[in-house]
């Protein structure tokens, strides 16, 4: 499974919780990846939601979303969002704008939980940069 999500708004996502620690571009890649396998699960969830509604677009609602944020209060870009929704599922599901912007912000509050972990291992680690490994290690304890 190749990474659809750009690393660029998964850097930014990270520092914005890692204080002063710098960030290397491997936690970036890894927490890309971990939020891409992630995103393309709940898609599956969803099109199983919207399956037994009989439907072939997926919903805000199928994610489990009622209130749908604004698109621009999002770091990450709604199409690689896209992209990763339709790994996982049929041709045959559509995907609803409102959903795209509902599994993006699922995704960044997911990110969000994981880099406010990682920060706080690579303090425990007494170094100055959040590294991919601290992101293996959250998961690693906490998946």
């Given at each position: ?70 698109r621009d ?66 998961f690693s304890?906490?998946?």
């Amino acid at each position: 499974m190749s990474v659809e999500l750009p690393f660029a708004p998964v850097d930014a996502i990270i520092r914005r919780n890692a204080g002063s620690l710098r960030v290397s571009a491997g936690a970036a890649k890894e927490l890309a990846r971990r939020i891409q396998r992630r995103g393309a699960s709940l898609a599956r969830e969803a099109a199983a939601v919207a399956e037994a509604d009989g439907r072939k677009t997926l919903m805000a609602s199928d994610f489990g979303v009622e209130q749908v944020v604004a698109r621009d209060e999002l770091e990450l870009p709604i199409a690689p969002v896209d992209r990763i929704a339709r790994l996982d599922i049929d041709d045959k599901y559509r995907v609803s704008m409102e959903a795209r912007i509902a599994l993006a912000d699922i995704l960044e509050d997911y990110a969000d939980n994981v880099a406010r972990a990682a920060t706080k291992l690579a303090h425990h680690a007494d170094r100055r940069t959040v590294q991919a490994e601290d992101i293996e290690t959250y998961f690693s304890l906490f998946e």
